[in-house]
């Protein structure tokens, strides 16, 4: 069985009445109860638990690791997020959702600014689907509509998505690429743009769809274990050269 | 024109005889004297030198950087790599050559360990073009033969090349992908990975012609500049909502 | 230099008014005139012409093709749609405009039906670059403004392009991967959204700039012509084995 | 459950008898039995037999293809490579075997010669995963030996792969793509090098396990089905413009 660690920064809920009023128990306890109801084993882990409820652990029994931050990237120590890095490149899921684009360990793992365009403005956003054989796109319509919705706008500086299930259209006249997969090391990386904190995005029935997909898509395999360093040829050849410096 | 800073890490030309007496002056100069004679203005930098030779105002200056390291990646200093990755994502093109696949450079923009199999014993490497339309392979033969060279094998552990335009075939039995494109914010980036110190690679006519194709694909364009941040609606939309939590 | 050959089905402009009083000599006319301004050497061909004026010796002198066509798509000669597919495999660009995407040629090349949704209503597009890196973005804003288009819509049934350079955004709730770049043996192929015959969408200084940059980046280089078929060992191996059976 | 049909020309065990003492009952029977082992419920249909064994029934009841040619490729009917090529846009898996490279449905696909370079020596292969977190490379080891293979070597001209799972070292001195992933309409596609009629490569246990990973990754889910089209505006817009050309 698939256990997901939902990882949450846990502030705005506690601040901020409108953001209380959607999510009172914290938007990690709605996606962890979801993703429970679709079948995988479930935890949660905030910001302000020792180690960002992170610990080694809890990281190596983790095969999925979801994602939400926004005010307070730079609170995430170092050292955990090393750890984060680490277990991806091992081979643990990691579903980036939102404003996590900005946190330490999405920046790091591709490598760019992570950049975008952003309005809150309660608007439409249609997110339609462009690669319809993708696991992650199993049961869903064409599009899903999000009738109230933060902007995020292109150009979004990531590299290019390994593949590109999602795009986004919004009522303000910009568009997003809201759903790309990566590859870093055995890890596999999902992010996915809806579910800001004061709108009920994580409420809506096709959105828990699509975390369930993800999280079944990011699920370590178990393919070869690459070896690294120094390596005796397989064939045989002279290795009688001496001109090595090391 | 598009002006090349070479960097090279300097110090095993000064402190090993063997590779002395293939690079006397260093591979930088080298491969600075090539770059010249396809056309490119050029300058070199080094480890030793302050700042590693790379200024604010040599970076500002420079349109594509070489990158030759092996035994002292760890000496580079994070502001300079900073600097650097900047660069990078504002447009600056970067050719990361052999062991710098280690540097921290590298590993900071692909988001990986970038690590591999090796082996030295002056070993036949056959570097095969699998994309013979793309802008590096230019004026090439099939195939370049390197009659000795330093094994890399898979597993490379790096994201997949968005464009693989070599592979190499070794002698003992391995294989690599030996010519990778990437893109990070709007800088192109080439890993091309001939080029030990210890073999005349850097001397080779053909190997030359690559590095040539290689720095004027990577040179920077002028497409547009992204802006980023809190945007005003391009079509007539209600921004009445007050929900925003900054 | 480049030689262009610009193709045009060129019946609507013959047959219907409105269309005649935005390209009255021709969509094609007015392309080639836009690419000899920007320094190219061009020829036009059109459907009804002897083998669509697309004869063995025009294809030889043809650096680039670009096609538009939309009612006849079916009066294109099998002949010469297997002399064009032959051409781009041997490293001739190709870029399809508009409704060139149900073509014989790019349907294909592409090996999908490359159907879309679509709706004649002169409504807004606006064209995002989302790769600014990539040569065809050269010199534009970050998103161009069509005051009228047509409306094309996912899922554009085509592979996963190997670039995404442009997404459109339409004023009726859809979008479109509007700029995408394929490889076919050694041809570049480029397709490009804008353009419906009865908006005076290549009269756009813009949409003229991004053509001209794709021509650019579809030309031929000259790497390495590719060999095939039955290969004598490079390495000394043990070849008598004798259980062949072609 | 599966169900998987695996087509063969089935022209070389009954004409020869070296490919007949490796294959008594074809190629065919034996991936099906394997497939079947794996948990697929399989079924075989061959050249010869009405339609191919390939009727509308038969495909309509298929999620996974694996095709077989080498020496008839001409003989198979365009119209049930139409048929086949109808199902996979629709989502019907292909896993394209050997020297099916230059099967009709395999060029149709992917829009290039899929030719290469070939040698009959009984020559090592050495099949490397480049790509250990796809699930073709599910319980694979970093490579995998075949002791007697065909030699197929670059140029491959086919598309950039999406994914590049595998990738073959051979003892003459040559390499090849192995293992391609494609997307074709809602259809995914392998393309797997070894099995020449020859050599028992298909009686090999990881060859086995490839092909049965193969056929779960290609199998069919329910994403969305696309509607293609003539579309009313999602949004509120004017529709009142009298251009339109059909």
Chains 1, 2, 3, 4 share one sequence.
Request: include cysteine.
């Amino acid at each position: 069985m698939t256990t997901v660690t939902v990882w949450n920064e846990y502030r705005h809920e506690r601040e901020t009445d409108v953001v209380a009023s959607v999510y009172p128990d914290g938007i990690h306890t709605v996606i962890a109860d979801e993703l429970a109801d679709h079948g995988f084993e479930t935890r949660t882990a905030t910001l302000d638990e020792p180690e960002h409820g992170l610990s080694e652990t809890v990281l190596e029994e983790t095969d999925v690791l979801t994602w939400w931050g926004h005010d307070a990237h730079e609170e995430v120590s170092d050292a955990v997020v090393e750890r984060v890095h680490e277990r991806v490149l091992e081979g643990m899921g990691l579903i980036v959702l939102h404003s996590g684009h900005y946190s330490k360990i999405f920046r790091r793992l591709l490598g760019t600014s992570c950049s975008l365009k952003w309005r809150e403005a309660a608007e439409t956003e249609r997110l339609w689907v462009v690669e319809p054989s993708h696991p992650i796109a199993e049961g869903l319509p064409e599009y899903v509509e999000l009738s109230e919705a933060e902007m995020y706008g292109e150009r979004f500086d990531v590299p290019p998505p390994e593949t590109l299930v999602f795009l986004s259209w919004f009522e303000g006249g910009e568009l997003f690429r809201s759903g790309c997969c990566y590859t870093r090391g055995r890890g596999r990386i999902f992010y996915f743009r809806p579910g800001h904190e004061t709108y009920p995005i994580y409420h809506q029935e096709t959105v828990q769809q699509i975390l369930a997909n993800a999280v079944a898509w990011a699920a370590p395999g178990d393919g070869p274990v690459s070896t690294f360093g120094n390596s005796d040829p397989i064939e045989p050849i002279d290795t009688t050269d001496d001109r090595t410096v090391h």
